[in-house]
Nanobody, 124 residues
Framework: QVNLVESGGGSVQAGGSLRLSCAAS????????MAWFRQAPGKEREGLAA???????TYKDSVKGRFTISNDGAGNTLYLQMSVLKPEDTAMYYC??????????????????WGQGTQVTVSS
């Protein structure tokens, strides 16, 4: 079992940057695979970026070059650096984790453990 707590969300103008953090309650093998998702009102949750214990990353095409996923090296904290933010990036952002992937790294069904989310609002 691992608890995940996101932070760093807020309101920003278009073109701005934010860095989200996701703190795991402890490092376990459940942190081997971690990812960021977001869900906008009326839309499905979508995977944005994922990272594995070897540091390998996967990105959704629409955020490549703007978002960067990273961790603290110890598997305890996950980050999402977001830049050149757009109004369409407005959503609740969630981190997820698991010990192994049940499906592709950006698939919601791949992960068991989820945080409560942090809101990001981008104004034009």
């Amino acid at each position: 079992q691992v608890n995940l707590v996101e932070s760093g969300g807020g309101s920003v103008q278009a073109g701005g940057s934010l860095r989200l953090s996701c703190a795991a309650s402890r490092y376990t093998h459940h942190n081997n695979y971690m990812a960021w998702f977001r869900q906008a009102p009326g839309k499905e949750r979508e995977g944005l970026a994922a990272i594995n214990s070897d540091g390998g990353t996967t990105y959704k095409d629409s955020v490549k070059g703007r978002f960067t996923i990273s961790n603290d090296g110890a598997g305890n904290t996950l980050y999402l650096q977001m830049s050149v933010l757009k109004p369409e990036d407005t959503a609740m952002y969630y981190c997820a984790a698991d010990s192994w992937l049940r499906s592709s790294p950006l698939s919601e069904s791949a992960y068991t453990y989820w945080g409560q989310g942090t809101q990001v609002t981008v104004s034009s």
